[in-house]
């Protein structure tokens, strides 16, 4: 059974950061490419950043370009994105999400956590 479970979430001012993280209870994590998503309320999800198995490939969507980086440890079994310079337009609830194959920038993951809701005020 593969889960995927967010963390760090909350509500940051402008400008403000945060780190989420994406706890990954599968056993072959490192054969896995991660991704992470958001959906805003009444928009449909979105890709955010991804990265492949090995970590030396990332993908980011153009909007969080130079204030997001994503990120794994394998030998922790977990994802992260690091958030800076974030603002209101970021509010969404973030998801993370794993797959097998190398294509990083796709809709088509294989399996979804359920999210942690990121608010920023103005």
């Known amino acids: 059974q593969v889960q995927l479970v967010e963390s760090g979430g909350g509500l940051v001012e402008a400008g403000g950061s945060l780190r989420l993280s994406c706890a990954a209870s599968?056993?072959?994590?490192?054969?896995?490419?991660m991704g992470w998503f958001r959906q805003a309320a009444g928009e449909e999800r979105e890709i955010v950043a991804a990265?492949?198995?090995?970590?030396?490939?990332?993908y980011y969507a153009d909007s969080v370009k130079g204030r997001f980086t994503i990120s794994r440890g394998n030998a922790k079994n977990t994802l992260y994105l690091q958030m800076n310079s974030l603002k209101p337009e970021d509010t969404a609830v973030y998801l993370c999400?794993?797959?097998?194959?190398?294509?990083?920038?796709?809709?088509?993951?294989?399996?979804w956590g359920q999210g942690t809701q990121v608010t920023v005020s103005s």
């Open positions: 999400a794993a797959r097998s194959g190398i294509t990083l920038a796709t809709m088509t993951y294989d399996y």
């Open positions: 599968i056993r072959t994590f490192r054969t896995y490419a």
């Open positions: 990265i492949s198995w090995s970590g030396d490939n990332t």
